[in-house]
Structure formats: structure tokens, C-alpha cells
């Protein structure tokens, strides 16, 4: 789960960006508030984001990043461009990054709460 700060922009942030990745949504309830993304036919992994348990306001954590996995680095490049047109800022664009390994291809960005977030393709082509 991400904390957010506005519940209906990042909704709107998210919901694109999990489009892009092919996560299905599953559920919103603005009174809690909270949203829910899965993968497709499947109960987990579960991706949330809402305001804070603690009622505290929501501040991004340093060093803390969700990395989500794309399966080809098309899909890389929508969810990356998706996230730019809803608002995220740039952290790294889609490339391939072989410091991790030759086949890495990942894109960074920050949602805008400034949570950041990857999404990388670890195939060859």
C-alpha cells in the first residue's frame, strides 16, 4: 500500500498507469478512502493505495520505491508514458540499465504524492 495525500488524483494517476500495466481493478471506496489494482486472475499480489491509517498526512519515504513488472519493454514504454500524462514525474526514462543486468529495461517515475515507482522488463528482447 502507498500513502496519498489527494484520494481523487491519485486515483486518477493510477488508474491509467495500471491500465498501461494490464492490472486489473479491483475495488474503490472513497469513505475509507482506498483503491485496489491485482493481476489479472489473480487474488495476489494486491496493489492499494489510500490515505493513511493513522490519519497522519501522507509523506514519501526516502529510499522507498514499488517496482511493478512488465512482461516486454513495450508495455515498459506505455506504462511509462502513462504515468507522465497523469500526471508523474520523470525519475528515469525507459532504457536498459545493464549495471543491474544486461537485460534490465526499467523506467522510473514519482506519482504526484512524489512515491516512487518502476516499472522494468527483465527479457532479452
Known sequence: ML????FKRAVSFYQ???DALGLEF???DEAHPWAAWQSAGSDR???LIGKPYNKQVHEPGNGQM??????????VKQVYAAALASGGKCEGP???RPVYHPHYYGAYF???DGNKLCVVCHAAE
Open 26 to 28: 479491483r475495488f474503490v
Open 66 to 75: 514499488v517496482a511493478f513488472l512488465a512482461d516486454s519493454r513495450q508495455r
Open 3 to 6: 500513502g496519498v495525500t489527494d
Open 110 to 112: 514519482r506519482d504526484p
Open 94 to 96: 525507459p532504457n536498459l
Open 45 to 47: 499480489p494486491l496493489f
Open 16 to 18: 491509467p498507469v495500471m
